[in-house]
């Protein structure tokens, strides 16, 4: 639509997944009783000083690792003085001059053609308390107070809605699969704030800039991105101009509105923080942290496909890590890996959903799930059986024969059996029966069909068709 | 019966042998201090905690030196349920949660909290005059300052009220009354005693230290409250040791160096000769003693104001009327919340400090300020190493003067900053350093002598130190009579 270059950078917020804070020992939680967990630390009490998490450093270099950004060695946290009541010493930990990871990078994928996101920095910080505001009143909420965070701020480099969407997506993928955090947007455990401008060419500095705060959702931030790229195409054009600006996306109207004007250049007067000494971080604590990074979803996805998975299937695995990591387990198994995702996205994710369990709450071990597969594989357990059956397999522990065999519709081997159904079903169709002796192959499919009907679907379907030819000679 | 103006090992053995109880210690301990009330050295007494805590220890085995020994501590050192104001109105109210480690340690000694002192507010001044409760007075002359910022806890020692008192030390609030007061005060290297329950004022150089009538019992009181903290991340890993192991053995062969600086014309011509004589006693004792030139030792206090005042600017932020101490009624909004709460809950210094300290770390001062000064300041450390490859410990006065009159310099911002010049370098390397009383002036005010000692040597500074205080064997009793 536009004459003009849109330029977004990305400054993403995600809590660490820790058991513990940052600087204290109170607990990592979400959804607690307000207050509950706090201690003198996290209210920022005359006398006290911050620790340090070991667990939060594992798990930014783990980050840093999966974002392709260079760690440093050497670090410092620094001191961001603001005052703000959410704020509880009115200075937030912070790391400005060295952040831990820098000169990053993540891949991803819009209409088919790829783009390398660059990441300016990824830092480590310590979350805010939450306020609530109540009428006249502020209500502050301290069990967020000193909550892990880090931030992850790309350079400004992508020019659509759209291409900040995938990066977000992509990014929720890798911290999501790597046990950095949960990122769940409705919780706030992972906020993004979108920087746009616009400008005419390549060339030219870029335009006033409007940052975007807090958007509650991925598909929003596309949409409040290229909304706000029309609100300044529509400024420019009319030959106005505008001035920085902090904007939130308001669900309700589709669109941004402007909470506040920037002021010049704030001051947040940084300097190191002389209670935390240097952080050291050693090949060893890197090497510790690479050996627990699973594999990665775009690897998955081009390994599933390179074993016979189709894409649709491949990528629907990769959006259910439980599902991921199960099917994970069966990549060295020679067994048939195509009927195997086609079972867990169909019956058994089925079932999942409907009984709101994780497929490791159920009795399928590898085992008994490898047999399943091969089950389905022979014919010697039909799809229609295995709906029949699918609730006895995914809650006892039993084999799948044994289950088969108990509930009496196993497969009729039997050839006498199935030689009966078989004449009884020619007896019944001789048209059909001449079809097929003239020569109109569709005729076979409709008379199987009418095998398979005739034994309730417990025939199997391999033994009934070798008969069918031989009885139709 | 006196029993606290003996030494704390007769006062041990009569606790030992039950002659005397905790509860008798306690209760002259608060007989000295209503007697000596004038002085003002109290914010807060802990009275009926300490007779309860007192009549508890009847039962219990006198297990160690210090046991049921009164104490009493710098009121920026955080106790829990006992009043903790920092001197401010502030927080005038505040009562803990917590106590700081320090606390926590000589509680486990079963030492026996008398008071909280009195301070310049938040530590800052080194009169004690910034304080919200007035200033306490030298019991050598009542119209002298005490100096500070631990004057309460200088003056309560001098005056006999009990033999244990903790200050704390950001640019010589330690030393400095110390040799204003005639007692013995120790700051120790940074990060040997835990800060966690310090009321911050700068946090790269506050440290917690003993304050006594004299050498030994100093290293005691050093003994109790060392240690590695979890909670404090600055704190450092080290063997424990007895810091009183090398007091009693001979100087010969010491090499002590003097900076020239020290003993420059920015000292009084009485405080020098009372060096000088300290000087030639040492010599005749066998130690070596050479005058050394040293760079950046002038830069003190300059580089003091811009990390000190940087630091204390964000850690006072917290003051900010929302979860504790003095909030403004009825504010009209959140800046009124923040602006009156600061503009009366503060006292001047302390406003002018911050405010300071905010300008220095504001915009691009930053980088003009206090990245310089923090480049100055490792150079002053590396000078000071460079001292130690060929000496044990440096000395000098403590203080350009004795202590001076109650009204003096009142209105002199530049003042109290340039009475520390003298003990602030030791802050800014991280060294530890001790005041001892060497003489007196022609009016009968002590003055102290400085010895500064290499990173964590502080038994090395008793010895020194115990040697001088033997040698000279003053009598450091105000009055005399006692």
Known sequence: ?473 | MKYLNKSVLEIHELLKEKKIKPIDLVEEAFENIENNKELNAYITLNKEEAIKQAKELEDKEVDNILFGMPIAIKDNIITKDLLTTCASHMLENFIPLYDATVVEKIKSKNMIIIGKTNMDEFAMGSTSRTSYFGAPLNPWNKTKISGGSSGGSAVTISARDLPFALGSDTGGSIRQPASYCGIVGMKPTYGRVSRFGLVAFASSMDQIGPMTKNVYENALLLNAIVGKDERDLTSAEKETEDFTRLIGKDVKDMKIAVPNYFMSDIVNEEVKSAIKNTIEVLKNAGAIVDYVDMKYLDQAVTLYQVIALGEASSNLARFDGIRYGFSKENPESIKDVYFKTRQEGFGTEVKRRIMVGAHILSGENAKIYYDKAMAVRAAMRQEFKRIYKDYDLIIGPTATTTAYNQTDSLDDPLKSFLDDVLVNPANMSGLPGLNVPVGFDNDHMPIGMHIIGNDFEEAKIYQLASFIEKELNLDLTPGGEK
């Not at chain 1, 086609?342 to 009795?363: A, Q």
């Open chain 1, 1 to 473: 639509m536009s004459k003009y270059i849109p330029t977004i950078g990305v400054e993403v917020h995600v809590e660490l997944k820790t058991n513990t804070k940052i600087f204290s020992n109170s607990i990592n939680g979400y959804g607690e009783m307000a207050n509950s967990l706090t201690n003198v630390i996290d209210l920022g009490y005359p006398g006290t000083l911050p620790t340090l998490n070991k667990e939060v450093l594992n798990l930014a270099i783990k980050a840093a690792t999966v974002l392709n950004c260079k760690i440093r060695r050497e670090m410092h946290f620094d001191r961001k003085n603001y005052f703000y009541p959410d704020n509880p010493k009115n200075y937030q930990i912070t790391q400005s001059r060295t952040p831990i990871g820098y000169d990053g990078y993540v891949e991803v994928e819009v209409n088919g053609v790829k783009k390398k996101i660059e990441i300016e920095e990824m830092h480590i910080e310590e979350d805010t308390c939450k306020s609530t505001h109540r009428g006249t009143k502020t209500l502050l909420d301290f069990n967020r107070a000193g909550v892990p965070l880090i931030e992850i701020v790309t350079k400004p480099c992508m020019n659509s809605g759209e291409e900040a969407k995938a990066y977000l997506e992509k990014l929720r993928e890798l911290l999501f699969y790597t046990d950095v955090s949960d990122c769940k947007i409705e919780e706030g455990s992972m906020r993004a704030d979108a920087n746009v401008s616009i400008r005419k060419n390549e060339s030219d500095p870029f335009g006033t800039k409007a940052e975007i705060k807090n958007i509650g959702s991925i598909t929003n931030v596309a949409i409040s991105i290229n909304k706000e790229i029309e609100r300044q195409t529509k400024i420019y054009d009319s030959g106005e101009t505008f001035k920085p600006q902090t904007r939130r996306y308001d669900d309700k109207l589709g669109d941004t509105v402007l909470m506040r004007v920037k002021e010049t250049g704030n001051d947040y007067r940084y300097f190191p923080e002389p209670d935390i000494p240097f952080v050291y971080v050693t090949d060893e604590m890197i090497e510790n942290v690479v050996k627990t990074i699973p594999m990665l979803p775009d690897e998955r996805r081009k390994v599933y496909v390179e074993k016979g998975v189709s894409e649709v299937n491949a990528n629907k695995l990769v959006q259910n890590r439980a599902l991921s990591d199960y099917f994970n387990e069966l990549l060295n198994e020679n067994t048939n890996l195509k009927i195997a995702s086609n079972l867990l996205l169909g019956d058994i994710s089925g079932y999942l959903n409907k009984n709101e369990k994780t497929i490791t709450e159920t009795t399928l071990t590898k085992e008994r799930f490898l047999e399943l597969i091969n089950r389905m594989e022979d014919n010697t357990l039909t799809s229609k059986n295995l709906k029949d059956i699918l609730d006895k397999i995914l809650e006892e522990t039993v084999s799948i024969e044994e289950i088969i065999k108990t509930s009496g519709i196993e497969n009729i081997t039997d050839d006498s059996a199935i030689r009966d159904v078989v004449k009884s079903v020619i007896a019944e169709n001789p048209g059909s029966v001449e079809d097929y002796k003239a020569g109109h192959d569709r005729a076979i499919k409709y008379l199987m069909g009418q095998v398979m009907k005739a034994s309730k679907g417990s025939a199997n379907p391999k033994i009934a068709m070798d008969i069918l030819v031989e009885e139709l000679q």
